[in-house]
C-alpha cells in the first residue's frame, strides 16, 4: 500500500467521526426541545456509515482484501424509539391532558457515543501520524 492510500483511509475515517460528533452535539443540544420547526418535539438523529474504496490493488480486484477500504457517512437518520411524554400541565407545549413530549436523546448515551467518536477520531490520527513517520523514515533512508 502507498502511503497516498493510507492517508486517504485515516482521512476518510476522520471525517467520518467529525460529522458523527456534529450529530451527537445537536442531540445533545436539543434534549429538552419539545418544539421544532418541523413541529413537534426533537427526535434524535444517528448516523450510519459505508465502507469505501479508496483505490483498488489491482486492475481486476478478485478479492476484498485486495481493496483499500475507507469509511463515509452513507445516512443520518432519524431516530423511531417514542418520545418521552411528561405530566407537566403548566408547560406552553402541554396538550389538552397536560402532557408535553420531550426528544428522545438520553443525555447519558450520547456521552457515551461521543466518547467512542472522540476514541476512533484519535485512533485515525495515530494511524495518521505513523504513516507519516514511516514516510519520512523512508525518505530518510534514501539520503
Same mark, same amino acid.
Given at each position: 500500500?502507498?502511503?497516498?492510500?493510507?492517508?486517504?483511509?485515516?482521512?476518510?475515517?476522520? /471525517?467520518?467521526?467529525?460529522? &458523527?460528533?456534529?450529530?451527537?452535539?445537536? /442531540?445533545?443540544? /436539543?434534549?429538552?426541545?419539545?418544539?421544532?420547526?418541523?413541529?413537534? !418535539?426533537?427526535? &434524535?438523529?444517528?448516523?450510519?456509515?459505508?465502507?469505501? !474504496?479508496?483505490?483498488?490493488?489491482?486492475?481486476? @480486484?478478485?478479492?476484498?482484501?485486495?481493496? %483499500?477500504?475507507?469509511?463515509?457517512?452513507?445516512?443520518?437518520?432519524?431516530?423511531?424509539? =417514542?418520545?418521552?411524554?411528561?405530566?407537566? =400541565? /403548566?408547560? @406552553?407545549?402541554?396538550?389538552?391532558?397536560?402532557?408535553?413530549? %420531550? =426528544? $428522545?436523546?438520553?443525555?447519558?448515551?450520547?456521552?457515551? $457515543?461521543?466518547?467512542?467518536?472522540? &476514541?476512533? %477520531?484519535?485512533?485515525?490520527?495515530?494511524?495518521?501520524?505513523?504513516?507519516?513517520?514511516?514516510?519520512?523514515?523512508?525518505?530518510?533512508?534514501?539520503?
Amino acid at each position: 500500500m502507498d502511503i497516498e492510500k493510507a492517508f486517504a483511509i485515516s482521512a476518510s475515517g476522520l /471525517n467520518a467521526q467529525k460529522r &458523527r460528533l456534529e450529530v451527537i452535539s445537536s /442531540n445533545l443540544a /436539543n434534549v429538552e426541545s419539545t418544539r421544532t420547526a418541523e413541529g413537534g !418535539p426533537y427526535r &434524535r438523529k444517528d448516523v450510519l456509515f459505508a465502507a469505501t !474504496p479508496v483505490a483498488a490493488a489491482l486492475e481486476e @480486484p478478485t478479492d476484498f482484501a485486495q481493496i %483499500y477500504q475507507g469509511v463515509k457517512v452513507s445516512k443520518i437518520v432519524t431516530d423511531k424509539t =417514542p418520545l418521552k411524554k411528561v405530566f407537566e =400541565p /403548566n408547560h @406552553p407545549d402541554a396538550d389538552i391532558d397536560g402532557y408535553v413530549l %420531550y =426528544p $428522545n436523546v438520553n443525555g447519558v448515551s450520547e456521552m457515551v $457515543n461521543m466518547l467512542s467518536a472522540l &476514541r476512533s %477520531y484519535d485512533a485515525n490520527v495515530t494511524a495518521m501520524d505513523a504513516s507519516k513517520s514511516m514516510a519520512l523514515k523512508a525518505l530518510e533512508i534514501g539520503r
